[in-house]
């Protein structure tokens, strides 16, 4: 079994990203600018965020963080976000989610210039992307293709079964598996809430992709001996083995099926790093306007 080091494989892609950074401003560019816009105080969005700036600052990219109070009226969100789609010297911004209730969360991503939507959750970048066209690609399935890409797993012709439908990660990766290039061209299902025999399509995988917010949902019977395993589930457990008292936990019950697969990612240090430094990636994409030129 061979350990999938997303945590090892995002390191070593910021160290790529800052030379890149570094050569472009020696060359008298500008270096990329990410701007992030957060509204409210929820506590994740905040971590989210913070960490986005921390890894700009990592890689030499300059960020600015718009922190707006909870009851920032949804035209108000509506005027910053085409104040940053005018602002030559933003390459890319994001719109933290969730926004509070009152605020349209399609009607903002809507507004973002597909240009600058380095999320790639604009209607404009996800029907690209479905069509095999350059486009901003969200940042969990984005970094889920590159770890199979730099641990050079196989793809072609593979059985890809996705536990989970989200807009954000299970629809776009079932998407990006079944395109006609690398990493692609398997033959994929995508299952949810409503799947029959979902445990016997599992066992079917010769690659599992788990993103269901189910905390070791996935067993040991549910996998196919030699599977790769790709768990994208992040949970925050109680536990008497650390001193926060907590730990993270995913989809899959590592412990027991990790011996059983070929390649699987856990839980922390798997997928989690790579969604921040996909999204530094694709900052990188826009400043050097490689998807809309
Ligand atoms: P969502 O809640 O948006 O989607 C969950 C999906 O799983 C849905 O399609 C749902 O089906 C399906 N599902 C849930 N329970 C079952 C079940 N018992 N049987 C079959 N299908 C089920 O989740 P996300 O995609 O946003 O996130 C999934 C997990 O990944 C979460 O733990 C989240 O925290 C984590 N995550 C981690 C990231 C990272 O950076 N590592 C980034 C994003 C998410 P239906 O559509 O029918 O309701």
């Known amino acids: 079994m061979i350990l999938i080091n997303g945590k090892e494989t995002a390191a070593n892609i910021k160290m790529e990203i800052a030379t890149e950074v570094a050569a472009m401003i020696d060359n008298g560019k500008k270096g990329p600018h990410l701007a992030a816009v957060l509204v409210g105080d929820d506590p994740a969005s905040q971590t989210y965020v913070n960490g986005k700036e921390k890894a700009c600052r990592e890689v030499g ?43 349209d969360e399609n009607k903002v991503i809507m507004r973002i210039k597909p240009e600058k939507d380095v999320d790639g959750f604009h209607p404009v970048n996800v029907g690209r992307m479905v069509l095999g066209l350059p486009s901003y690609i969200s940042a969990t399935p984005f970094g889920i293709i590159e770890l199979i890409k730099r641990y050079k797993i196989e793809t072609e012709g593979k059985r890809v079964v996705v536990l989970g439908r989200s807009n954000i990660v299970g629809s776009p990766i079932a998407i990006l598996l079944s395109r006609k ?34 905390p070791h949902f996935v067993t040991e019977d549910m996998v196919k001996k030699d599977a790769v395993v790709i768990d994208v589930g992040i949970h925050r457990v109680p536990s008497d083995q650390t001193n926060s008292g907590f730990k993270l936990i995913g989809d899959v019950d590592f412990d027991r099926v990790a011996s059983k697969t070929s390649y699987i990612t856990p839980v922390p240090r798997g997928v989690g790093p790579m ?10 994409k826009a400043a050097k306007k490689e998807i809309y030129s």
């Open 275 to 284: 969604t921040i430094v996909s999204l530094i990636m694709n900052t990188l």
């Open 61 to 103: 990219m300059t960020s600015s963080i718009y922190r707006l109070p909870e009851e920032t009226t949804e035209k108000e969100v509506l005027d910053i976000v085409d104040y940053l789609n005018n602002d030559d010297e933003i390459d890319g911004f994001i719109v933290q989610l969730p926004l509070p209730k009152h605020i």
């Open 181 to 214: 290039t690398y990493p692609g061209n398997a033959t994929v299902t995508l299952c949810h809430s409503r799947t029959k025999k979902l445990k016997q399509i599992a066992r079917s995988a010769d690659i599992l992709i788990v993103a269901m917010g189910q």
